[in-house]
């Protein structure tokens, strides 16, 4: 082979210094696991005879121990030592026209490499196919190690074996060089008690059977060989100490060949040519891979790219790559992810010199699509506001494993002037799983925390979570339903409606605790009422007009408000106890009422209605609400319901509407028998009375209907 191909005008130096200066030409390659290695050079450069080589490291200046193991009229075969050398450095080899004394000589004292990994499966491979599919098993990573010969193995047994052998297969494979002298024909074969398979130059020559005793032997037809360097692998698989064995003789002959001899069980290195005075001459190219996208950004597609430098006459350390004008990477090779939509500019620069890329644009395949969440965890749906929480934000996503993610998180501080604080958190999900564990901090002193997951800087899903505070509202204004606020969804922590996750802040004051100086009387009994996800104080023969913030629900009472009606009744009827010497004491307790109101709109979706009664039962017995008992009102048969538009009957029959809530009233005393909650039912109640006055007269509560729940309630 003549390199007379590579002249080209001539530059000033090269980035890496040129050790030899009297060879016009070198070759670079890098160290891989093994410290010995083969390097084929030509046997002419320049029509000069190649007859030895120097080698040198990137980083020093000594020379590399090598040896000429083989030549031939093609090829110059050489044994380089690079056992000082670290995994990947680059050795540059010069090609010399004449012997060279000085360069020290390089044997491998070792020849036999091993490769060594334990694999899934109890039973020995019996055909090829199975060691193939053995090899894509291993349980753990394979582990190297080397043997001056066969009959050495056994000695290597502990540096690599792990497991179990009665339960797990090993996978073993050993590689050589074998140097054959001149042309000629060997036998081959394979001793040992596992199976083997040996190949030659990659042809599979030799077959070893399992259960075999050691001393039995297979052997083939004897093999010609062209004289030079043979690869020699073999495969076993084995649950015991290795003693596999290989011999190789001539036809006829009962010894060894003794002069055909193992040279070295390092790989054949390939590498790339430099010329020295020559300018560097740029070439690159890219490779798209297979794109993809996220069903929450349909519109955003990703590409990813593989950079190769295929570049001569310049060292491939330095090349350095810019996308869209951005530094991106560096080295030979180099991958990244672009948004498919548009069109991208790509550069290598190397020594100087500047090579650019043609336009990148994406080919309009679509190979997948993934989908993406991020939920809030680690907060109670109820809290104080001194109340300390660590939010835990959850990434789910679909895409395949250590896809890199980066959630933005921006926390509000609660209060005019104070700065937001943002901050990225990478994340890279393992199982589809990832999660940020975000600092910890005391509610009142933040208002939201609003977050952004991006990929490849691209937004893919934003959200946030909410403290509101919870103050009593202006009579006037209405008092707000509890579907105004309560969620369709329920995590068991968090709320979570219309995508923002809400965390309520309720003042202390909310928690009543008895005994304090605000109750007037020791012989009223008092209890805190919930209705519609705002909370008031009530005394019991002074309902309604003592609230938290001074409201007045008289008028609210008597103008269509049921539900207040119905804890109106019960107040008076809360914690008396009656003792045997006739003295009416007070029995110290709170307690928290829930009504559901049923409206049109629940009817038409009975999930949804119990799904959000569910929710505001567990939201009341949760810690945070101080662990207070809890009673549910099952809402009894109204006249008409408060939004169907029916006109009221003057004797208290339900409208064709209000007749259905018997299936709400199942739905709600379901929802208490799931959260293990009292349930007062006054649906039942009311249905089984007989009475010929009515209990409820357009839409509110009548007395006889409020004597009843007294009565019961007692």
């Known amino acids: 082979m003549v390199l007379s191909c590579l002249a080209a005008s001539p530059l000033s130096s090269a980035p890496i210094p040129w050790r030899v200066p009297e060879s016009p030409v070198r070759k670079v390659v890098a160290k891989g696991p093994d410290d010995f290695f083969l390097v084929r050079l030509p046997t002419a450069v320049d029509s000069q005879e190649i007859v030895s080589a120097a080698a040198f490291s990137e ?105 179990d052998w009665t339960r797990k297969n090993h996978l073993v494979e050993l590689h050589t060089w074998l140097l054959v002298p001149a042309d000629t024909q060997l036998a081959f074969g394979l001793a040992g008690t596992s199976p083997a398979w040996l190949f030659i130059d990659g042809s599979n020559t030799l077959v070893h059977p399992p259960g075999q005793p050691y001393e039995r032997w297979t052997s083939a037809a004897p093999l010609p060989l062209k004289a030079g360097l043979r690869e020699v692998k073999v495969v076993t698989a084995l649950r015991e100490k290795i003693n596999t064995g290989l011999a190789w003789k001539r036809p006829g002959a009962t010894n060894i060949a003794a002069d055909v001899r193992m040279v070295t069980g390092g790989f054949l290195r390939e590498g790339r040519w430099e010329r020295r005075g020559v300018k560097p001459s740029l070439f690159a190219r890219a490779e798209e891979g297979k794109a993809y996208r996220f069903a929450e950004k349909p519109a955003a597609v990703f590409v990813p790219y593989t950079f190769i430098d295929r570049s001569y006459g310049v060292s491939t350390n330095v090349a350095r790559w810019r996308i869209d004008g951005r530094p991106a990477g560096t080295g030979r090779k180099f991958a990244t992810v672009l948004a498919g939509a548009n069109v991208h500019t790509a550069r290598l620069d190397n020594a100087g010199a500047v090579f650019e890329l043609p336009p990148l644009v994406w080919s309009g395949r679509l190979w997948r699509e993934e989908r993406v969440s991020v939920s809030a965890r680690g907060v109670p749906a109820f809290c104080f506001d001194d109340t300390s929480v660590a939010p835990i934000l959850s990434v789910r996503t679909t895409a395949p494993e250590e896809t890199p993610f980066t959630l933005r998180v921006t926390s509000f501080p609660r209060g005019d002037g104070a700065a937001p604080v943002v901050r990225d958190y990478p994340v890279t999900p393992n199982g589809g799983k990832g999660a940020v564990y975000l600092p910890p901090f005391e509610v009142y002193t933040v208002e939201r925390i609003s977050w952004t997951l991006l990929h490849e800087g691209v937004a893919l899903k934003t959200g946030q979570l909410l403290f509101p505070v919870s103050k009593p509202r202006d009579p006037a204004a209405g008092f707000p339903r509890a579907y105004d606020i309560l969620p369709d969804t329920f995590s068991g922590e968090t709320l979570l409606a219309a995508g923002d996750y809400l965390c309520y802040l309720v003042p202390r004051a909310s928690a009543w605790r008895f005994g304090a100086p605000s109750v ?195």
């Not at 000594?62 to 009229?73: E, G, H, I, M």
């Not at 003792?579 to 038409?604: C, F, H, K, M, N």
């Not at 505001?616 to 945070?624: E, N, Q, S, Y």
């Open 59 to 163: 980083s020093a200046t000594n020379r590399l121990p090598v040896r000429v193991v083989w030549k031939d009229k093609k090829a110059l075969s050489l044994l380089v030592d690079g056992s000082e050398l670290k995994h990947a450095e680059r050795v540059h080899i010069y090609p010399l026209s004449a012997a060279d004394d000085e360069v020290p000589s390089a044997t491998d004292p070792l020849p036999l490499r091993g490769r060594a990994g334990r694999t899934a499966g109890m039973d020995l491979p019996s055909s090829w196919e199975q060691v193939v599919s053995l090899q894509t098993r291993y349980d753990a990573i394979p582990r190297a190690f080397s043997a001056a010969s066969f009959e050495a193995l056994p000695e290597t047994f502990k540096s690599w074996y792990r497991g």
């Open 520 to 714: 007037p009387k020791p012989n009223r009994s008092a209890a805190l009422f919930v209705s519609e996800g705002r909370s008031w104080e009530a005394f019991a023969g002074d309902f309604p007009r003592r609230l938290t913030g001074g409201s007045d629900l008289d008028a609210r009472l008597d103008c269509g408000n049921p539900e207040l009606a119905l804890f109106a009744a019960l107040a008076s009827a809360t914690g008396t106890v009656h003792t045997a010497d006739e003295e009416v004491r007070s029995e110290q307790r709170e307690g928290i009422v829930y009504a559901p109101v049923v409206r049109l709109a629940d009817l038409a979706d009975l999930d949804a209605f119990e799904c959000r009664v569910s929710a505001m039962l567990g939201l009341l017995a949760a810690p945070a609400f101080g662990n207070v008992p809890v009673t549910v009102l099952v809402p009894p048969v109204s006249d008409t319901l408060p939004d169907c538009g029916c006109v009221p009957s003057k004797d208290g029959r339900p409208c064709p509407h209000a007749l259905r809530t018997r299936e709400a009233a199942e739905r709600v005393l379901r929802a208490a028998d799931t959260r293990g909650i009292w349930a007062l039912d006054l649906y039942t109640l009311f249905q089984t009375t007989d009475s010929s006055k009515p209990f409820f007269s357009h839409g509110c509560l009548t007395p006889d209907g409020a004597d009843l729940i007294r009565g019961d309630r007692r």
